[in-house]
């Protein structure tokens, strides 16, 4: 079997609503901090062109936060917010369109240092603003859709989770409350661009703090879970699992990304671990497994949709051309991530 045969399942189309993408190869959200004063620069322009340029389906950029003092406390990370940072993000949509790709923002909130309980409801409404007017911006500058950060531990995660939301009010006490936060920011998103514009939601059950954290215990909880995230407005769940090929529950192969289709009825994204070194690109070449799931079973569970998009991260960071690559059969180029990929835009 050809290369290029064995991975077409990655290279069909995708459409969702006015979205249309060319593949199934979503470029995953990685934390960069190479905008000072929190503005993206020409090297963050060339940087994203670059994925675009070697075949891309879909970029979602780093991290880019809302304007409130807690959203972020590392240095270099870039804002969306203000109009200089604006108009770096303006000359990065206008780079990844020009060379045909499409991109979407990541908006972020980094979240508390504990929990999210002294937060005031005035406070709150502030907040979920913030989000609004950035998802705004994003239309307004051209971007191809938005996705809100809800994963690994920061601010909309913490309101989701029990172990970081203790309140007592109408944003805690259950896990049906701990959701009104997410999809209260997810329907002011979604009044801020209109009714077509794509909105992805990134979630995870672990945390950065706690690898076996779970959100929802069992399918049905999670289907709870879900129901007013759909009804908010979300198009699209992006499914962060740190091993795609793990079960997310006993009795059944569906990974996070699976269940979450399954029970949501929307489009969904698969990530981790895909691509992430070198035994895992021979994969492509060889056939072999890793961890106990082949490359051939990630195709085959892409192609009979349990999830209809694959997320891929370090491999990407590592390599620009890592889409080409794979697409050409050129396996034998394939690099392995290391760590002097974090230091420089790639």
Known sequence: MSITASVQPLFTPFTAGPLHLPNRIVMAPMTRAFSPEGIPGSNVADYYRRRAENGVGLIVTEGTVIDHPEASNQPGVPHFYGEAALAGWARVVDGVHAAG???????WHMGTHGDVNHFTEEEIAGIIRKFAESAAAAKRLGFDGIELHGAHGYLIDQFLWEQTNQRTDQYGGSMLARTRFAAEVVAACREAVGPEYPIILRLSQWKSSDYTAKLAETPELLAQFLAPLTAAG????????????EPEFEGSQLNFAGWVKKLSGKPTITVGSVGLNSDFTRLFAEGQGAAHEGIDRLLAR???GEFD????????LQDPAWAAKIREGRTDELSSFGPEALQTLH
């Open 234 to 245: 979300v198009d699209i769940f992006h499914c962060s699992t740190r091993r795609f090929w």
């Open 101 to 107: 790709g499409k991109i979407v923002p990541q908006i």
């Open 309 to 316: 998009l694959v997320a891929v991260g370090r491999a990407l």
């Open 302 to 304: 892409l192609e009979q």
